[in-house]
C-alpha cells in the first residue's frame, strides 16, 4: 500500500512565497509521473504542474514563471515552490503520483490537500 503525505501549505501575503512537499510511502518500485494540483473554492480540480521521471515538465499558463516542480527519485519526494503568490492562487493543492508498484505495473494516488490562502 502507498500513501502521499503533504505538507508545506498555509497563509501567506501577496507576493509571497511557500514550499509544498509531497513524499510517497510504501511499496514503491518506481514513480513515473509526480505532479500538482489545485481546487478552489467553487472550480474544477486543475492539474498545474507535472514532471515526468525523464524530467519533463509542464504548467499551467497562470503559474508559469512563477511556481517550479521539483522530485528526487530516490527519495520518492516532490515539491512544488510558489513564489509571487497571488490571491487567485488560494486554493487546496493536491499531490498526484502514477508509479509502479511491487504488485503491479501502475497505479495512481492522491495526496490529502493541504490548503494555501494569499491574502492581505
Not at 501575503?13 to 510504501?26: E, F, M, N, T
Request: hydrophobic fraction near 35%; charged fraction near 15%; include cysteine.
Amino acid at each position: 500500500q502507498v500513501q502521499l503525505v503533504e505538507s508545506g501549505g498555509g497563509f501567506v501575503q501577496p507576493g509571497g512565497s511557500l514550499r509544498l512537499s509531497c513524499v510517497a510511502r510504501g511499496s514503491i518500485r518506481s514513480i513515473y509521473v509526480m505532479s500538482w494540483h489545485r481546487q478552489a473554492p467553487g472550480q474544477e480540480r486543475e492539474v498545474i504542474a507535472t514532471m515526468t521521471n525523464g524530467g519533463s515538465t509542464h504548467y499551467r499558463d497562470a503559474v508559469k514563471g512563477r511556481f517550479i516542480i521539483s522530485r528526487d527519485n530516490a527519495q520518492n519526494t516532490a515539491w512544488l515552490q510558489m513564489n509571487e503568490l497571488r490571491p487567485t492562487d488560494t486554493a487546496v493543492y493536491f499531490c498526484n503520483t502514477q508509479m509502479a508498484t511491487h504488485a503491479a505495473l501502475w497505479e495512481e494516488y492522491w495526496g490529502q490537500g493541504t490548503q494555501v490562502t494569499v491574502s492581505s
